[in-house]
Each structure stands twice: as C-alpha cells, then as structure tokens.
C-alpha cells in the first residue's frame, strides 16, 4: 500500500498543481503565458545584442546559457518527474537531440551571427514572418485546417497576411523620421560604434530570416515529439543539455582563445545569467506548455509582441530613430494578430460545442438503450 501511494504521489501532486494553475487564470492562461514568453525574448533581444557588441563570443555564450539552463533545470525534472516520465528510448532521444539542433543550436547561432550585422529592432520586425511559415507549415503538415467558407478560415489567412504586411512595412518603408531622445541612454558598444555598410545588412537580414525557417519547424517538431516524451520539465532538460553539447563543441572548434571563455562581472556574464536561467530554464517551460495547449501556430502569432517591445526599448534607451513606417507597421502587425487570434478563439469555441453535442447524444443514446433494455425485462 505504502509503495503505491509512493508510485502516485508526484504524478497527483504535479496534477493538481497544473489543474490548479488552470483553474485559476482560466482560458486567458495561455495568453498570459505567450505575453510573458515575448516579453522575456524581447529582454533577451536587446541585452544579448549590447552583449555581443561588446565582444562577447557567441558560441560561448550558447555554451554557457545552455550548460546553466541544465544544471538547474535537472534537479526539479527528476525530483518533480520521477514517476511520471516514460522512459527514454534511443529513438525518441535522437528525436529530442534533432530538435534541439533546430530550436536552439541552428536557430540562435544563425540569429545571433546575423543581429551581429543588423539593429536589434530590425531583427526583431523580422521575426514576424515566423507567424506566416509556421502557419504554411502547419497546414502542410496537416496539424492546421483552412475552410476559406467560413469566416473563422478567412480572419487567420487575412491576419496572417496582414502580420507579413506590417511587419514588411516596418522593415522598408521609413517615411518621417522621429527621435525621442537626443543621445543614447545605454550605449551599446565599448568603444566607437562601427558603422555597418549595406552588404553587412543584407546579409544580417538574410541569416535571420533563415534562422526564424528553423524555429518555426522547431515549433511543429516539438509539439509532436512532446507527444512521445510528455514531461515538461524533463524535455526542457534533455533540450538544453543536447543544445549545451552541441555548442560547447561549436565552441571548442570556432572559438579556441581561451580569454573568449573567461567571465567577468559586466553585462557579458549578466546576459548568460539572465538566458540561461530565466529564458532557457523558466519561459522556455511556459512555450513547451502553451504549444502542447493551443498549437505551434497560436504561439508563433505572439512573435510581433516582441518587436513592439524592442521597439520602444531601442528608440528610448538606445537613440534609434523611429520611423513613420515602422509606427503603421506595428499598428499592422497588431491588427493582425488580433484577426487571428479571433478566428482560433472561434474555431476552439466551435470545436468545444460541438464535443459537448456530442457527449450529450451518446448520454441520451445511453439512457434510451438502458430504458428500453429495463422495459424489456419488465415486459419478460
């Protein structure tokens, strides 16, 4: 008796505190947790930038981000997991090692080298695509339905295209200039800022747009794989430990001074700090949670909230000038994501009447057949 209440307690125990958590915030859960997940990244975005201006590796960097994120994400994934995770087989630990190439080592080593040659704001209106591939994806995958008759069908393909829009507009169409400050609060780099020329941004624009192909297949990837390894907090552990052994080898062939891998008490060690600990190990849980929720496409319509953020940040404390298009764009973007968002929250809505119709048929099924059944043996 003793062993089994042993065998249940944490599976109970984990349970409860989610149903908990759901009962507390309610449908509006997801989306709290998705502003908290842009919010963070948006922090990231702009503190890894000074960051890397100020010469810190960013092989280095992955390396340690995801070494710290593992170290304290482990101890809570076994003590919190230990009857509730199936084991792990090779085939699913090569899948989770695949995709943490793709979420982590491919996507931000590929984003990081291009934000090397771009703004932090740019780089962020970029990430608006990520909406529009990972909803191409996920119909072509068949994990995502279009029915262009109704208009739910129609409000995610039109807000879909208006994200793109908005996000297009803020990237190339400047317009009047506005400054809200004179001279920068924080500046970015040690000593004089290098000025890129228009290769250098071109070439940033083009790895970071490559790198967003590679999270949006990370986003569908991962939902699925979650299906066969569904621990959270263990499947964010084995995520960051696979990306910390893919980059500290990354990091041993590209990054072989050994000064590169000292640390000292500035914004460089602050950065890994702040990444590994509250990106990688705590909102990283939340994306894991709000994908397996509502989809890889409900959470990839977040992404814009990240460049309002930045946006405003980079114009204030970092001098950027902040341009008639960008402000259209993000009013774009926002309109988009709200028409979307709509018409998942009217297609969730549909879907639950309809399981509830349908759970009210097969009861009144049951009740008939057991009525008759009684009338049967009362006639016998």
Not at 152 to 159: E, F, L, N, P, W
Not at 214 to 223: C, E, K, P, V
Request: charged share 15%; proline share 3%; with cysteine.
């Amino acid at each position: 008796m003793h062993e089994l209440d042993d065998d249940i307690i944490d599976p109970i125990a984990v349970l409860v505190l989610e149903l908990s958590i759901d009962k507390a915030m309610g449908a509006a859960a997801p989306y709290i947790a998705m502003m908290l997940v842009q919010l963070s990244y948006g922090g990231a975005n702009i503190f890894t930038k000074i960051a890397l201006d100020r010469g810190l590796n960013q092989f280095v960097f992955m390396a340690y981000r995801h070494i710290i994120a593992g170290l304290l994400l482990g101890p809570f994934a076994y003590v919190l997991e230990r009857k509730q995770r199936p084991l792990l087989s090779l085939k699913v630990a090569t899948k989770i090692f695949v995709i943490s190439s793709l979420g982590t080592t491919i996507h931000l080593n590929i984003y990081y080298a291009g934000m090397e040659y771009t703004s932090a704001t740019v780089a962020a209106a970029l990430g608006n695509v990520m909406p529009c591939l990972t909803f191409l994806m996920a119909v072509l995958l068949r994990m995502e339905t279009v029915r262009l008759k109704s208009w739910r069908g129609r409000a995610k393909v039109i807000g879909t295209l208006i994200c793109v829009g908005g996000s297009l507009t803020f990237t190339f169409w400047k317009g009047r200039c506005f400054t809200f400050v004179k001279r920068p609060l924080i500046h970015r780099y040690a000593s004089t800022e290098p000025r890129h020329v228009e290769e250098d941004w071109i070439k940033g624009t083009a790895l970071i747009l490559l790198s967003h192909v590679t999270w949006s297949l990370w986003l569908i990837f991962q939902a699925i794989v979650y299906k066969d390894y569904p621990a959270r907090l263990s499947f964010n552990t084995l995520i960051c430990i696979s990306a910390s052994i893919q980059s500290s080898l990354l990091g041993l062939l590209f990054a072989r001074d050994p000064s590169q891998w000292r640390l000292g008490w500035d914004v460089k060690l602050w950065n890994i700090l702040y990444t590994g600990v509250i990106v990688s190990a705590m909102v990283n849980n939340l994306l894991i949670w709000a994908v397996n929720r509502k989809g890889p496409v409900f959470a990839a319509m977040f992404c814009p909230l990240m460049l309002v953020v930045v946006g405003i940040f980079s114009a204030i404390f970092f001098a950027e000038k902040f341009h008639l298009g960008s402000m259209i764009g993000t009013c774009l973007i926002i309109l988009g994501l709200y028409c979307v968002l709509w018409g998942k929250a009217k297609e969730n809505s549909r879907a639950e009447v309809s399981e509830n119709e349908k759970g009210e048929s097969d009861n009144k099924q049951v009740e008939v057949s057991i009525h008759d059944n009684n009338k049967a043996d009362t006639e016998k």
